[in-house]
């Protein structure tokens, strides 16, 4: 009984100091030099996008004619009949979209989570860019954000 005992409070011992949280060793105490003061986690600022941030869509194949004609019909609206009878194709594809904003979200707006069949399509005018946005039904919208005026790239 009294082996038992005194393996049992060697057991508690041993289970004691391994359950202790070891201390950090101080750098200087094993001979290492510290460079440059301590960062805690709360110091180390957050990462800032350094601009708007465009998901890039996978793009599934080519754009319907119905939907390039109703695009040219509003670029005319916006541009001047005369300056969009001159506008160049830069990018019409078929994508899928990684949600509801078609890759050109508004500050404040919210959108479904979900992907979306669509299309991009992007125009140049007198040196201006035009980005499309079109859903899979055939509803669209300029992204202002990615259209750009002359001389800017």
């Known amino acids: 009984m009294l082996k038992v005992s005194r393996f049992l409070i060697a057991l508690a011992g ?5 359950c202790t949280a070891p201390q950090a060793a ?37 754009v319907p004619g119905d939907v ?16 969009a009878g001159g506008a160049r194709v830069v990018r019409a594809e078929s994508v899928e979209w990684p949600d509801g904003s078609l890759g050109c979200p ?28 079109v859903d899979q039904r055939g509803n669209f919208k300029l992204c202002e954000a990615l259209s750009r005026g002359p001389g800017a790239r």
């Open 14 to 18: 041993a289970a004691a100091v391994a």
């Open 26 to 62: 101080d750098p200087e105490d094993e001979g290492m030099r510290r460079v440059g003061p301590r960062v805690t986690p709360a110091q180390i600022p957050p990462r800032v996008p350094s601009g708007p941030e465009e998901p890039e869509p996978r793009v599934t194949g080519e």
């Open 68 to 83: 390039m004609a109703r695009l040219r019909e509003d670029l005319a609206a916006r541009a001047g009949q005369d300056a």
């Open 106 to 133: 508004e500050p404040g707006q919210m959108y479904t989570q979900a992907i979306v069949p669509g299309y991009r399509v992007d125009f140049e005018v007198a040196g201006r860019l035009y980005s499309y946005r």
